[in-house]
């Protein structure tokens, strides 16, 4: 046997693994997530979207139907009123911009729910379905893994439900103009040429980076929850903090017992679990966005008490800080404690 015989004879080298670069790992981890909770993630918006306008398409035929009724049988007489259609336009507008919000707050609404318990059961169902054995034998890390849940929860899905919530405003947008086009109310291109879709977009999308700090307290709660309990997370992230506040709270009877109720349940109620509701900041003693004793008069009052832009008075407060650092920390715990409890 020659050289090259005992070279072809011998067995062949293995191959080297290319290394998977870091950030392609994680836009895997991001489709991941997705694709696991899509249901929640985009079907859940959608189809109570749909919902919405299909019982809006009904509320329009309706009330026309029910108008004109009441037009032929004389309850309601049309004509001779002057209308000033100037004025109405503003009006007009103000509608369409409600409309198109209120597409997007139905889709956020939903958007909290999923959010919430999607942060709760994040680490908690990998280990209930031993799924977290499969991630484990790639090079996939515990930081990784958490950070791509924290991103979808604090961005992505926030991101996701505007989109969402825009188509849904934007028909919505059209079925008022429908309302006002079918019951020959002049000016009705104004809930067009009148609203400010636009600017209304751009407020929210800024208000985005605000909520993400904002609420990392309550996700950086949940996941940490989510992490740490073998069974039932949700007594531990919610049950228990609530019961312990009440429980202090009912301590303020006993003499010489003084107890800061609303701190208390400012930091573990509000701070702690709602955080995660979009808007939820303008609550906040610190931040003075909404005025909730102001009187609305007009359109105006009503225009100005849905700028957004006052969401950025936020970054001033050393609420929205000292919140962010103790939710960072929380997060922080859950990466290790991923760990941990999967090797315990």
Known sequence: MNVADDILAAPAAPRAVAAIPPLQTFK?????????????FFWAPVITGLVAIVFSLFGVVASSIMLQ??????????????????????????????????????????????????????????????????????????TQAVLSKLLWALVLAPVLAIGIGLAIGAVMWLLSWVAVLLNGVPGASGVFTEAHPLRLVLQILCSIPVYALWALPTVGWLMLCSAWARSVPFVW?????????MFISWLDILPG????????????????????????WYLSPQINGVDTNSVINGPEDIARSIDFT???????????????????????????????????
């Open 69 to 142: 009724s009441a037009i032929r049988r004389g309850d309601v007489h049309m004509d001779g009123v002057n209308i000033n259609v100037s004025g109405h336009e503003s009006a007009f507008g103000l509608a369409g911009d409600i409309a198109l919000l209120s597409g997007m707050g139905l889709a956020c609404v939903v958007f909290v729910f999923v959010v919430f318990f999607y942060a709760l059961g994040s680490i908690y169902d990998e280990r209930k379905d031993r799924s977290i054995l499969f991630w484990k034998s790639l090079p996939v890390s515990d």
């Open 310 to 344: 006052s969401s950025l008075q936020a970054f001033a407060t050393v609420d929205l800080w000292i919140g962010a650092v103790l939710g960072a920390l929380m997060v922080y715990t859950a990466i290790r404690l991923r760990r941990w409890r999967d090797e315990g």
């Open 257 to 280: 017992i003084e107890i800061p109720h609303d701190a208390i349940w400012y930091t573990v109620a509000f701070r702690g679990l709602l955080s995660i509701v979009p808007g939820s």
């Open 28 to 40: 895997m981890l991001l489709r991941r997530e997705f694709w696991e909770h899509r249901g929640g």
């Open 237 to 245: 992230a919610v049950v228990i903090p609530l019961l312990a506040c």
